[in-house]
């Protein structure tokens, strides 16, 4: 049986189903979860240490080392990287289109 390959957008929530809007939503998301996780293993942080460097409680540490990207909002993630002493920058630029 062949596989069939398909060119991807750029995004993969976009490529999984989702629309534009969650899609780039979902993307930010998961950029700054990612960097919440990189700041607990450069500082060899555990959930409990990470919890307090973060402003959070340990469940919700739990919450984002198990990627339940639906229960983080933007807000919620940069307040959190924010508590760290972490610099968050945005950058807009025209989305590139994927023939």
Known sequence: MA??????????FRDLG???????????RS?????VRR???ERHLTQVA???LFGV???RM???????????????LVKMLA???VSVTVSIRPQSRVA
């Open 18 to 28: 989702f629309g534009p809007a969650e899609a780039a939503n979902l993307r930010v």
């Open 39 to 41: 700041l607990m293993k």
């Open 50 to 52: 990470a919890a307090r």
């Open 31 to 35: 950029s700054l979860m990612v960097q």
């Open 3 to 12: 596989t069939k390959l398909h060119r991807s957008s750029g995004n993969v």
């Open 62 to 76: 739990s919450d984002l080392v198990r990627g339940r990207i639906d229960l983080f909002s933007i807000d919620a």
């Open 57 to 59: 409680t340990q469940p």
């Open 83 to 85: 508590n760290a002493r």
